[in-house]
Each structure stands twice: as C-alpha cells, then as structure tokens.
C-alpha cells in the first residue's frame, strides 16, 4: 500500500490531451462504483443522473494568473519568470526563475517600460522572492504575463479562457482546477434547476499539484502547501446537507483537500498541506469528479484512498483500452 511504484503506469504520449474537448461537456466520462470498481462509459454532461435533489456540488472559483512573464537583465540576458505565490511583503512574489543559477540577490530584471523586479531573497528550494516595481504593477502584469499550461501541454491554446472554469473568480492560481473545466453554463443550470446546491470554495492551485513523488515509501513525501478560504455560510450549508443524509460532491482534488481541511481543525482560512493517500478515511466528501492522473503522483494516490488502489489501477487500464483522453484536458471520472 506504501510502495510509490505501485501506483505507477504506462501512458503513451498519445493519450496526453493537448487541447479541451469542445463543448466542455461533450469529453468523455467514466462512472465508477468506487467500492465494487463496476464503470459505466458515459458523456460528461451525463453527470447529472447521478446527482439527486439536496445534493451539494462543491467547486473550486480559483482563478488562473497570467503567471509567466519573460524579462531581460540589464546586460540583456533573458529570463523567464513563474509566478508561484504572493508573499506578505507588498509587490513581492514567491518565483521560479530561469535560468536560475545565473539570478543573483539584488538582481534587476526588465520586463516592460512598466515594469521591473528586484531579486530579494533566494530561497532554499531553488525559488526567489521578486519585488516587483512600476504604477500600475497588477495591471501590467496582466498585460504581459501568459497563462502557464501544464508541461505535457506542448501546444499552445488559442484562448485562455480555456483554461479558466466558467466560475473562475479569484485570482492566484497557477494552474486550473481541471475538474471544473468540463462544465459548461448551460449544464450548471441544469444542475440548479433539479434541485442541487452549488457551492464555491478557492484553493488557489500551485504547482505542486504536477511534482512526482521520488520517494519510495509514500508516507516520507512532503506536500506543497496552498491557501484555501470558505465561507462560514457555505460551511454551514454543506454541514446541514451532511446531516441531513445528503450526498456532498467534490469537483476535483482541490476541493476535496480544502473540504477535508476544514474537517480536521474548522478552520475556514489559510494555508493547507494535507497529504491524501490509503487509507485516509473521509470526513466530508461522498462523490468525487476529477480527471485521470499523473502517475507516481499524491492526486493519484488521492484517488485511490478514495476508492481503492487495485480499482483506480485497472480503471486507468480500462481507460487507456477506450482511449480515454488523460490529464488536465483530458476525459472525466466520476468516483461514486
């Protein structure tokens, strides 16, 4: 159960979705009985056979920044900057830098007639904290920055708002909750209208999300932190559906570990390392959509203390033999 290696598996660079299926809602779903592994081959906007009256879908309103900005140092050297986290000082970010050996403390970069940044502290995982300087630094930010896809992605999309949920809100993440970007506005109405609950929570995706795990023994891994917020009225109604014997729904591994958070110390805000591998016994999430993972990865073993390890793994097999589409643009599975 603790060995890495055993929630690995082959995937041929094929099956590595480039682009997202259009409609949101016309990509593939399998449903999958988490206890017994029985799967249903389904259409995404299926999912909503399986979601009962007083139901709570829970989604995550995180929003994707325009978080990689090129630059130059002033002997005209380029540098390519990711924006990972604001820190508490005012214009400072935590970034990943390249190429980084060669950023120093108390480097100046150029990145427009706008705006420069100060290297003020390199830290020790490799990161730097950057002081950005300018009138406007937000909005100029927003103006030269590109949404940062995902590594497998080589391809460039056409719109970045293919990469943002319909509900995306607030800004701060640096990769999408990829879950969440198979659902289309009509859908969601659909889902309203038979009378389920949507809820919003943020969990602001670093990317984390995407590190393999290199440690045999999964319990010697360490998680990446990120910040989460809910509201104390969305808490209270998502607690009153629980008791009342409702299903509450995840939409994606965000939410989970932001739901589930919340289930260990109540606390509604602030910054979240919970680490979800078999077997971790939920507290708050009955159902769960996510999309088909990187191997060697926590959302993998997530998924699997969800359910079970030999489940999910055949499931991944049965996957590839229908050619489901993996990854953040990829196919849908919805965990019941």
């Known amino acids: 159960m603790y060995k890495i290696s055993d929630y690995d598996y082959d995937l041929p660079k094929e099956m590595i979705a480039q682009t ?81 050996g060669k950023i120093k403390v108390n480097t100046e970069i150029l990145f427009s007639e706008k705006l420069t940044g100060i290297v003020t502290h390199h830290n020790n995982d490799g990161s730097r904290i950057i002081e950005f300087v300018g009138e406007d630094i937000w909005n100029e930010i927003n103006r030269i920055g590109e949404t940062p896809l995902p ?28 879950a969440g970007l198979h659902f289309t506005e009509e859908l969601l109405q659909k889902i309203r209208d038979k009378g389920i609950q949507i809820e919003e929570v943020t969990l602001h995706v670093g990317l984390g999300t995407f590190r393999p795990i290199d440690v045999e023994d999964i319990r010697d891994h360490k998680i990446h932190e990120e910040f989460y ?59 769960l959509i996510t999309n088909f993972h990187l191997p060697k990865s926590s959302l993998l073993l997530l998924v699997s203390a969800f359910s079970d390890k030999e489940i999910i793994m055949k499931s991944y097999e049965e996957a590839k033999k229908e050619n489901y589409r993996f990854f953040s643009f990829g196919d849908a599975m919805l965990l019941k």
Not at 245 to 266: C, F, K, M, Q
């Open 229 to 287: 917020e809910v509201k104390q009225e969305t808490y209270e109604k998502i607690k009153k559906a629980k008791k009342e014997g409702n299903n509450i729904v995840a939409v994606g591994t965000t939410v989970v570990r932001t739901l589930e958070s919340i289930a260990l110390d109540d606390k509604l805000m602030g910054k979240t390392g919970i680490y979800i591998y078999p077997p971790y016994k939920f507290k708050i999430v009955d159902k």
């Open 20 to 100: 997202p299926a259009e409609p949101r809602d016309k990509c593939k779903l399998m449903v999958l009985d988490k206890k017994t592994g029985d799967i249903e081959h389904k259409i995404f906007k299926d999912v909503i056979d399986y979601l009962e009256p007083g139901d709570v879908l829970v989604v995550n309103n995180t929003k994707v920044i325009p978080a990689r900005i090129y630059g130059q140092k002033t002997t005209g050297a380029k540098v390519e900057i990711l924006l990972l986290e604001k820190t508490d000082e005012k214009n400072s970010w935590k970034c990943l830098v390249k190429p980084g």
């Open 151 to 178: 590594p497998y992605i080589t391809k460039k999309i056409d719109d970045d708002s293919k990469y943002q949920t319909k509900y995306a809100k607030k800004e701060g993440a640096v990769a999408a909750p990829t």
